[in-house]
Every structure is written in C-alpha cells, then in structure tokens.
C-alpha cells in the first residue's frame, strides 16, 4: 500500500524527500498522514492546492488523510524563506479565514478526511509550561541551523517568529501521541520543521515519525506559479471566478500542463499518456490545456461551473455564437470581457440607431481609424455580438445584451464592450 502512494506521487513529480523508513511504515497498513494550512488569507490559492492534493491520493491509497488547520500557529506566522516578518493577523480574521479554508478542504476531500485545528491544544497551553516542558528539548543551536531560519538572520528575525519552528513541531508531537498521526506531508519549504517535529518527538519519547516533502512548483519559464499579472489565483469564486481559474489553467504552456496534469488530477497514468499523445497529434486543439482546466476547475468549484467557464472560453476563442453570448450572465458577460477597452455610448445615438462603423469607431480604442474600420468591415474581420458586421448594418437598442452591452470583435482575439449610457 505504501510503496503505491511513495510511487505514484513518484510519477506525478510530487515527490521532493523523504525520511528514512517511511515506505516499510506505510506498508504495513491503513497509516493516518497530516498537512498543515496556517490561515494567511480566507481562501486557499492554487499553490495550497498540490498539498490538498497529497491528502487526495494519500485517501485514495487507502489511508487517512487529516487536515490541520492552523489556529494557533497562524497567530505568529511562518517565517520559513521569508525576506521579512509577516503582518499578525487579529482574532477575528483568523476566525474568519479559518472557516472558510475548512469549508474549501472539506469540500476538496469530499467531506471524508479528518480536519483539526491546533488551537485546540494550544489554547490552554502555559507560557511557562511550554517553554519549561517543551522548549527544553530542542537547542536554539539545532534551531539556528535550519536554513528557514539561516535565510533570516542577515535581516532579522523576531522571537515570535523563532519560536514558530518549535510551536509546530510540537503539533506533531501532539498528534503521534494523541491521536497516532506519525506522518507529516508539506511542501519542501517546511523539510526543516517537519524534521523539527520528528526530533522533539523522539526526544519526548514518543514513536518514530516520518516525513514526505513535495517539491516547489515552478512554471517552465522560471516564473512563479499561481500567480498571473492580476495578482494570485485563488480557489474562493468572489476572489477568482470560474471562468478565470479555468483560464489560469487553459493558458499553460504546454510543458507546465504536461506536470499540471499530473499534480493536479487524479487522472490515471494511461489516460494522461493517452491526452498527451492526442495532444502531440494535434498541439493546436490544445487538447492537454482544456482537459486539466476542465478537470480542475470541476473539482474546485463545481461541473455546471466547469462547463460553463468552456463555453465562455469558446465565445472568446472559438466558433461562440450571439446565442451563446445571450446566455451569459450580465456578471459573467463583465468578468469574460473584463479589461478590454470600454466604449462608452449615449442612449441618444440610437434613436432610433447607429450604423456599425458610426459604432465601432466611437471612440479610438479598438480602430486606429474610420478608414481602418471599414477596410475590416469589408473584408468580414468585425462582428458585433459574434455576428460578422458589414457597412449596411444599423444598429438599434434591441441589439444590445442585458439591454445594455454590445461585444464588438476585431479578428480573432481583439474585442471591445460597447456600454449603453
């Protein structure tokens, strides 16, 4: 059973390290395993996403994977390769965030793993206490050479942050004993806590313990993954929309999604191999990109959320019809064309209506000029409301979507929202 979980995150390249033993320890039968999420913001981000993903293939292994939530050490912060302190959140939106990660990991795991929080052993924790009964048996020296804490000591780092090393590891310390979880998961980043953990528990007297590490997700072009020019992507659909995730993960190159799908799926090793190798056939359907955005972006939010965001990418990049325009939603419609150049209409001009290029050319956004417009007119490169125009066209307010909108195309990829005023 182990060596199954050990080699499938092996060819999913969701392997990084491993303690010594740990494969013979989960072989020997149904083992619980925890990851730690410390509540930073109220939604998880898709990078959160690859450990949610460990506990997803660690269940279908046929262990038991358990989630903890980080109300106690979410109240100091992980300093771990950090360049400065981070900001001390209040109680009141750590509760808040802590709700809502729960919410998204239960969700994510089909509301059959165990979730945590270690507040609730920490709460009633002494300051004295720990620091007699448990800070006696790490060493700052053992401590000071953990390169989370060797990155910091140029800049600084302050005592709250130091102790949170110590803090976590006593989590595990916790839950070997208390509630026989000797497995921590994470990502390669949290190698030097984990191992932390693992010696405060030996030295406690505790069982032996083990530790698995992912390795850090990065994009073929060496840029940061999870994140675009807009900032992060998130998995709450107020901070991301669907259509947006999907996007995310339909605009991957194909190397990335070659190892997205991988990660992120829990598709079989011979129905990735068998995308990839339609993909290679035909690169240009972009087979590879719709099959893990689709699959994502279903698990993460929902199937009528998953195919609505496909027909919406088909609007923008492919054969979209007005049909399939009016359909859309009016915060759909403004999520799919956000960004793109406004033009700004008065109620005035289509009474009782405006001809296309008098339209199109209302302002300079999307036309470098009128005589621009009806060369591309002509030649059948302008559509309104994916209807291909021509300078007969007249245009009146029973056009226009949600009674307000107008989508005017130039070629294949530039667009322009016309907004009624």
């Known amino acids: 059973m182990s060596t199954s979980f050990i080699e499938e995150l092996r060819w999913r390249k969701m392997l990084h390290n491993i303690t010594p033993g740990v494969e013979e320890f989960l072989a020997s039968g149904s083992r619980k395993g925890y990851i730690g999420f410390d509540p930073t913001a109220d939604s998880l981000g898709v990078g959160n996403l690859v450990q949610v993903m460990m506990l997803v293939h660690f269940q279908r292994a046929g262990h ?10 979410g109240m100091i912060g992980d300093p771990s390769f950090k360049a400065e302190e981070r900001k001390l959140l209040s109680k009141d939106i750590l509760t808040e965030n802590l709700s809502s990660q729960r919410l998204q990991i239960e969700k994510l795991l089909n509301n059959s793993a165990i979730v945590l929080d270690n507040n609730e052993w920490f709460r009633n924790f002494n300051f004295l206490d720990f620091i007699r009964d448990v800070g006696k048996h790490i060493t700052v020296n053992y401590m000071l050479a953990k390169d989370s804490v060797k990155s910091r000591q140029d800049s600084g780092i302050s005592f709250t942050e130091f102790s949170y090393q110590l803090i976590q590891a006593f989590d595990f310390h916790f839950l070997s004993k208390n509630k026989k979880i000797r497995l921590q998961m994470g990502g390669s980043d949290q190698w030097g806590n984990i191992t932390t953990g ?4 030996r030295r406690m007297g505790g069982e032996n313990s083990y530790a698995i590490t992912t390795p850090l997700i990065k994009k073929a072009d060496g840029t940061k993954f999870g994140k675009t020019e ?3 992507i998130w998995l709450d659909p107020k901070r991301t929309s669907p259509y947006k995730f999907y996007q995310f993960w339909l605009n991957s190159s194909d190397e990335d999604s070659s190892d997205y799908i991988r990660i992120f799926t829990t598709k079989s090793k011979t129905e990735i191999e068998d995308i990839e190798e339609k993909h290679r056939k035909e690169p240009h359907l972009r087979i590879l990109q719709k099959e893990l955005a689709l699959d994502v972006t279903k ?3 929902s199937e009528q959320d998953a195919n609505n965001a496909t027909k919406t990418s088909e609007i923008l990049f492919g054969k979209g019809t007005t049909e399939m ?4 939603s009016e915060n759909d419609l403004l999520d799919v064309f956000s960004g793109v150049p406004i033009i700004n209409v008065s109620s005035e001009l289509f009474n009782p209506g405006i001809s296309v290029i008098n339209l199109v050319t209302a302002n300079s956004s999307l036309f470098k000029s009128r ?4 060369k591309l007119i002509q030649a059948g490169a302008v559509s309104v409301n994916k209807s291909k125009a021509s300078l007969d066209d007249f245009i009146n307010q029973t056009d226009f979507l949600k009674d307000k909108y107008l989508v005017v195309q130039k070629g294949k990829k530039n667009y322009a929202l016309v907004i009624l005023e």
């Open 198 to 201: 693992i010696e405060l528990n």
């Open 230 to 232: 807009s900032g992060n």
């Open 299 to 301: 698990r993460v939010h």
């Open 325 to 328: 325009l009016k359909e859309l």
């Open 64 to 73: 038991e994977p358990v989630a903890l939530l980080g109300g106690a050490t």
């Open 371 to 374: 005589g621009e417009a009806k």
